[in-house]
């Protein structure tokens, strides 16, 4: 997970979805799903620039773990 102001970005095991908490943090409402064609399963997200980094499994026995960068929720 990663915290962008009020906005909390979570990386599952379909994409990367965005909630938009509320002010005591209690709460959160999904605002946004960032999904991207090379997205299998993601395990982390890091805020970066003006964007997310989100980090995909190797989905296979051999493949290597992947860094893809996806544009920040409005």
């Not at 982390?44 to 290597?64: E, H, P």
Request: no cysteine; proline share 4%.
């Amino acid at each position: 997970m990663g915290l962008d102001g009020h906005r909390l970005v979570v990386a599952d095991f379909h994409g990367s979805p965005t909630l938009e908490l509320s002010e005591e943090a209690s709460r959160g409402t999904v605002v946004g799903q960032s999904r991207e064609p090379s997205f299998r399963e993601t395990l982390a997200v890091a805020y970066a620039d003006d964007g997310y980094l989100v980090v995909n499994s190797k989905a296979q026995k051999g493949q290597s773990y992947t860094v893809v960068s996806v544009p920040a929720a409005g």
